[in-house]
């Protein structure tokens, strides 16, 4: 909605700030100064240090934090290929088909990703799938709680693509693996970065399907706070944390440099 007059301007800024600060901003930079601060006990942190950061860059929580860059991008990749080429078939299929696909995709993400968690474990911790105890069933485990969201993100694009340029080319003489591969592929492939950036980021921090799979040699970063603050190390866990959302971040704005040079082809 739009807002012409001044003073509407300055009650949406009002009410936008209210509603922000609260709840988004005030948590994550009480995580922030609770990563520097030596002690807390009155209303602010005190005893400002950068201890915590040691903990957090060497040792098991560096290990964890590779486990989360390889999980998250490993499972991104799969379920970019998975849910990409699934939108792609559903899209020729008819209204029926198209229904069923949607459900398919979309069940993982319609129950608690403990649940998921649990039937991944259930599922192959007997041959000839036995997966329980690698890294691979934790891989598995991310990769089927994100590929709904690369599914719906190319569904979506799909659907907003002119039929004009598949038409031209086809006119033209071009086969159909030719258009996929050089006309319909393509005009996806801001879609296609921004599904891998929002895969990237929901697997580096998914938690609950993780605690229940994870291997002791393949313990994601997320598993590393929850055991360091539930040994009491707050201020340590805060700085690992930091770490988890610096490491998103920094991929994710990756992406979306790649997303917006992909825009403009």
């Known amino acids: 909605m739009l807002v012409h007059s001044r003073a509407g301007k300055w009650a949406v800024w009002v009410l936008f700030f209210a509603l922000f600060l609260p709840l988004f901003a005030v948590p994550l930079l009480v995580i922030l100064a609770a990563s520097f601060a030596g002690n807390w006990s009155g209303a602010l942190p005190s005893g400002f240090t950068t201890g915590h950061y040691d903990a957090a860059t060497s040792g098991d929580s560096l290990t964890a934090l590779t486990t989360s860059l390889v999980t998250a991008v490993t499972a991104g990749v799969l379920a970019l290929v ?69 599914y719906q993100s190319v569904s979506a694009a799909i659907v907003r693509l002119d039929p004009a340029y598949e038409q031209a080319a086809a006119s033209l003489g071009a086969r159909p693996a030719y258009v996929l ?63 988890l959302m610096g490491a998103t971040l920094l991929v994710l704005l990756a992406v979306s440099r790649i997303r917006t040079k992909a825009s403009y082809r």
């Open 181 to 243: 591969w050089k006309v319909k592929l393509p005009l996806l492939l801001p879609s296609l970065n921004a599904a891998a950036g929002l895969c990237f980021a929901l697997s580096m921090g998914e938690l609950s399907a993780t605690m229940m799979l994870y291997p002791p040699d393949w313990m994601p970063l997320p598993v590393q706070i929850y055991a360091t603050t539930d040994r009491g190390s707050l201020f340590t866990g805060s700085a690992i944390a930091v770490v």
């Open 82 to 150: 998975v849910g990409g080429w699934a939108a792609l078939a559903a899209a020729a299929l008819k209204k029926r088909g198209r229904r069923a696909m949607d459900t398919l995709f979309m069940l993982p993400v319609a129950v608690p990703s403990v649940v998921v968690g649990l039937a991944v474990l259930v599922a192959f911790s007997k041959p000839p799938m036995l997966l329980n105890g690698t890294r691979w069933i934790v891989i598995l485990a991310h990769t089927i709680l994100v590929t709904a969201f690369a």
